[in-house]
Protein backbone atom coordinates (compact mmCIF):
# COMPACT_ATOMS: atom_id res chain seq x y z
CA UNK A 1 0.00 0.00 0.00
CA UNK A 2 2.71 2.39 1.02
CA UNK A 3 4.68 1.48 -2.27
CA UNK A 4 1.35 2.35 -4.25
CA UNK A 5 1.03 5.96 -2.42
CA UNK A 6 4.96 6.62 -2.89
CA UNK A 7 4.28 5.82 -6.56
CA UNK A 8 1.17 7.60 -7.28
CA UNK A 9 3.49 10.56 -5.44
CA UNK A 10 6.03 9.73 -8.27
CA UNK A 11 3.74 10.20 -10.96
CA UNK A 12 1.80 13.30 -9.75
CA UNK A 13 5.25 14.82 -9.63
CA UNK A 14 6.57 14.15 -12.53
CA UNK A 15 3.23 15.21 -14.09
CA UNK A 16 2.99 18.71 -12.55
CA UNK A 17 6.44 18.91 -13.84
CA UNK A 18 5.74 18.20 -17.45
CA UNK A 19 2.93 20.23 -17.28
CA UNK A 20 4.49 23.11 -15.98
CA UNK A 21 7.04 23.17 -18.89
CA UNK A 22 4.18 21.99 -21.61
CA UNK A 23 2.57 24.85 -23.37
CA UNK A 24 -0.64 24.55 -24.88
CA UNK A 25 -1.01 24.49 -28.56
CA UNK A 26 -2.01 28.34 -30.07
CA UNK A 27 -5.03 28.17 -32.21
CA UNK A 28 -5.21 29.42 -35.58
CA UNK A 29 -7.17 32.75 -36.08
CA UNK A 30 -9.36 30.39 -38.48
CA UNK A 31 -9.62 28.12 -35.14
CA UNK A 32 -10.52 31.10 -32.97
CA UNK A 33 -13.15 32.44 -35.29
CA UNK A 34 -14.81 28.99 -35.40
CA UNK A 35 -14.63 28.59 -31.88
CA UNK A 36 -16.42 32.33 -31.14
CA UNK A 37 -19.04 31.19 -33.97
CA UNK A 38 -19.89 28.33 -32.69
CA UNK A 39 -20.51 30.17 -28.72
CA UNK A 40 -23.73 29.97 -27.94
CA UNK A 41 -23.41 33.44 -25.27
CA UNK A 42 -22.55 35.20 -28.59
CA UNK A 43 -24.52 34.42 -30.63
CA UNK A 44 -27.83 33.41 -28.50
CA UNK A 45 -31.46 33.09 -29.17
CA UNK A 46 -32.15 36.41 -26.98
CA UNK A 47 -29.36 38.07 -29.73
CA UNK A 48 -31.16 36.54 -32.54
CA UNK A 49 -34.62 36.96 -31.83
CA UNK A 50 -34.06 40.84 -30.84
CA UNK A 51 -32.24 41.51 -34.15
CA UNK A 52 -34.98 39.39 -36.06
CA UNK A 53 -32.08 36.82 -36.77
CA UNK A 54 -33.90 33.19 -38.25
CA UNK A 55 -30.34 30.84 -38.43
CA UNK A 56 -27.13 31.72 -36.94
CA UNK A 57 -23.71 30.62 -38.57
CA UNK A 58 -21.75 27.31 -37.35
CA UNK A 59 -18.44 25.99 -38.34
CA UNK A 60 -17.20 22.55 -38.33
CA UNK A 61 -14.04 21.39 -39.43
CA UNK A 62 -13.34 24.87 -41.18
CA UNK A 63 -16.38 24.58 -43.00
CA UNK A 64 -19.52 26.82 -42.57
CA UNK A 65 -23.04 26.16 -42.24
CA UNK A 66 -26.15 27.28 -40.06
CA UNK A 67 -28.52 26.60 -37.18
CA UNK A 68 -31.33 27.70 -35.97
CA UNK A 69 -32.20 29.81 -32.37
CA UNK A 70 -32.18 26.55 -30.26
CA UNK A 71 -29.15 25.37 -31.71
CA UNK A 72 -30.34 22.80 -34.06
CA UNK A 73 -28.71 22.45 -37.26
CA UNK A 74 -30.86 23.36 -40.35
CA UNK A 75 -27.98 23.06 -42.89
CA UNK A 76 -24.75 20.88 -42.32
CA UNK A 77 -21.61 22.79 -42.46
CA UNK A 78 -20.26 22.04 -46.22
CA UNK A 79 -19.19 25.86 -47.53
CA UNK A 80 -15.88 27.34 -47.39
CA UNK A 81 -17.76 30.70 -45.86
CA UNK A 82 -21.72 31.75 -45.80
CA UNK A 83 -22.83 35.30 -44.92
CA UNK A 84 -25.67 35.62 -42.44
CA UNK A 85 -29.57 35.55 -44.24
CA UNK A 86 -30.87 38.24 -46.07
CA UNK A 87 -33.90 38.52 -47.51
CA UNK A 88 -34.49 34.63 -47.13
CA UNK A 89 -31.20 34.21 -48.95
CA UNK A 90 -27.67 33.64 -48.09
CA UNK A 91 -24.24 33.96 -50.82
CA UNK A 92 -22.23 31.03 -50.34
CA UNK A 93 -19.20 29.77 -51.41
CA UNK A 94 -18.07 26.40 -52.44
CA UNK A 95 -14.17 25.95 -53.67
CA UNK A 96 -13.29 28.84 -54.92
CA UNK A 97 -17.02 30.15 -56.62
CA UNK A 98 -20.32 31.86 -54.97
CA UNK A 99 -23.68 31.06 -55.21
CA UNK A 100 -27.24 31.59 -53.55
CA UNK A 101 -29.20 29.21 -51.86
CA UNK A 102 -32.33 29.59 -49.90
CA UNK A 103 -33.35 29.26 -46.95
CA UNK A 104 -33.40 25.31 -46.80
CA UNK A 105 -30.29 24.82 -48.56
CA UNK A 106 -31.48 24.83 -51.82
CA UNK A 107 -29.19 26.52 -54.65
CA UNK A 108 -31.08 29.53 -56.13
CA UNK A 109 -28.04 30.48 -58.43
CA UNK A 110 -25.02 27.70 -58.82
CA UNK A 111 -21.76 28.82 -57.59
CA UNK A 112 -20.55 30.29 -60.43
CA UNK A 113 -19.12 34.41 -59.58
CA UNK A 114 -16.12 34.71 -58.37
CA UNK A 115 -17.52 36.49 -55.80
CA UNK A 116 -21.26 37.13 -54.36
CA UNK A 117 -22.56 39.08 -51.58
CA UNK A 118 -25.59 39.48 -49.51
CA UNK A 119 -29.13 40.07 -50.88
CA UNK A 120 -30.65 43.55 -50.21
CA UNK A 121 -33.45 45.22 -52.47
CA UNK A 122 -33.20 41.88 -54.19
CA UNK A 123 -29.61 42.89 -55.26
CA UNK A 124 -26.56 41.47 -54.70
CA UNK A 125 -23.19 42.56 -55.77
CA UNK A 126 -20.64 40.52 -57.85
CA UNK A 127 -16.84 40.76 -58.80
CA UNK A 128 -15.69 40.02 -62.47
CA UNK A 129 -12.39 41.22 -63.87
CA UNK A 130 -11.54 43.22 -60.60
CA UNK A 131 -14.84 45.36 -60.68
CA UNK A 132 -18.35 44.73 -59.19
CA UNK A 133 -21.56 45.15 -60.11
CA UNK A 134 -24.96 43.79 -58.85
CA UNK A 135 -27.34 40.61 -60.25
CA UNK A 136 -30.30 39.77 -59.12
CA UNK A 137 -31.47 36.47 -57.01
CA UNK A 138 -31.88 34.66 -60.63
CA UNK A 139 -28.02 35.34 -61.34
CA UNK A 140 -29.26 38.19 -64.44
CA UNK A 141 -26.61 40.89 -64.39
CA UNK A 142 -28.36 44.33 -63.43
CA UNK A 143 -26.13 46.98 -63.09
CA UNK A 144 -22.45 45.71 -65.49
CA UNK A 145 -19.12 45.17 -62.82
CA UNK A 146 -17.89 49.54 -62.89
CA UNK A 147 -16.89 49.91 -59.60
CA UNK A 148 -13.76 49.43 -57.94
CA UNK A 149 -15.67 48.84 -54.31
CA UNK A 150 -19.24 48.63 -53.86
CA UNK A 151 -21.37 48.43 -50.17
CA UNK A 152 -25.48 47.07 -49.93
CA UNK A 153 -28.46 48.37 -51.14
CA UNK A 154 -30.04 50.35 -47.94
CA UNK A 155 -33.53 52.53 -48.37
CA UNK A 156 -32.78 52.24 -52.19
CA UNK A 157 -29.33 53.57 -52.61
CA UNK A 158 -26.17 52.29 -52.62
CA UNK A 159 -22.95 53.24 -51.80
CA UNK A 160 -19.86 52.58 -54.61
CA UNK A 161 -16.09 53.96 -55.10
CA UNK A 162 -14.53 54.43 -58.55
CA UNK A 163 -11.43 54.18 -59.56
CA UNK A 164 -10.39 57.59 -58.43
CA UNK A 165 -11.08 56.47 -54.66
CA UNK A 166 -13.99 58.52 -54.67
CA UNK A 167 -17.34 57.57 -53.50
CA UNK A 168 -20.90 58.53 -54.29
CA UNK A 169 -24.61 56.53 -54.41
CA UNK A 170 -26.57 55.06 -57.06
CA UNK A 171 -29.63 53.48 -57.07
CA UNK A 172 -31.35 49.94 -58.11
CA UNK A 173 -31.03 50.32 -61.84
CA UNK A 174 -27.37 51.69 -61.74
CA UNK A 175 -28.15 55.02 -62.17
CA UNK A 176 -25.67 57.64 -60.38
CA UNK A 177 -27.87 59.78 -57.91
CA UNK A 178 -25.58 61.56 -55.71
CA UNK A 179 -21.92 61.85 -57.58
CA UNK A 180 -18.54 60.84 -56.48
CA UNK A 181 -17.35 63.48 -54.07
CA UNK A 182 -16.66 61.69 -50.97
CA UNK A 183 -14.05 60.12 -49.15
CA UNK A 184 -15.83 57.70 -47.52
CA UNK A 185 -19.38 57.47 -47.11
CA UNK A 186 -21.88 55.38 -45.16
CA UNK A 187 -25.43 53.88 -46.02
CA UNK A 188 -28.49 55.62 -45.49
CA UNK A 189 -30.47 54.95 -42.30
CA UNK A 190 -34.02 57.20 -41.87
CA UNK A 191 -33.44 59.56 -44.65
CA UNK A 192 -29.72 60.42 -43.95
CA UNK A 193 -26.28 58.97 -44.74
CA UNK A 194 -22.45 60.39 -43.15
CA UNK A 195 -19.80 61.10 -45.21
CA UNK A 196 -16.12 62.46 -44.91
CA UNK A 197 -14.40 65.03 -46.98
CA UNK A 198 -11.09 66.64 -46.30
CA UNK A 199 -10.97 64.05 -43.35
CA UNK A 200 -14.24 65.50 -41.63
CA UNK A 201 -17.18 64.16 -41.11
CA UNK A 202 -21.02 65.64 -42.18
CA UNK A 203 -24.51 64.16 -43.29
CA UNK A 204 -26.29 64.26 -46.25
CA UNK A 205 -30.22 63.71 -46.94
CA UNK A 206 -31.16 61.43 -50.01
CA UNK A 207 -31.00 64.43 -52.85
CA UNK A 208 -27.27 65.22 -51.63
CA UNK A 209 -27.82 68.40 -49.55
CA UNK A 210 -26.39 68.89 -46.74
CA UNK A 211 -27.80 68.58 -43.66
CA UNK A 212 -24.77 68.56 -41.28
CA UNK A 213 -21.98 70.32 -42.23
CA UNK A 214 -18.81 68.22 -42.51
CA UNK A 215 -16.94 69.72 -39.35
CA UNK A 216 -16.93 66.42 -36.93
CA UNK A 217 -13.34 65.03 -36.74
CA UNK A 218 -14.58 61.13 -35.84
CA UNK A 219 -17.42 59.67 -37.03
CA UNK A 220 -18.68 55.57 -36.84
CA UNK A 221 -18.32 53.86 -40.02
Given at each position: ?109 E ?50 R ?54 H ?5
Amino acid sequence: MTKQILIMGLLTGLLGLFGCDSKPKEKSDKEQFEEILNDSRVNSKEVGEREGIKYFQYMENGKTGFRDLDGNIVIKAIYESAEMFSEGFSAIQVGKKWGLIDESGKYIIEPKFEYLGSVHSGLASYRANDKYGFVDITGQEKIKPQFDWVDEFSEGFCVVRNDKGKHGYIDTTGKIIIDFQFQYANKFENGQAKFELNNLWGAIDKTGKIVEEATHKYATR
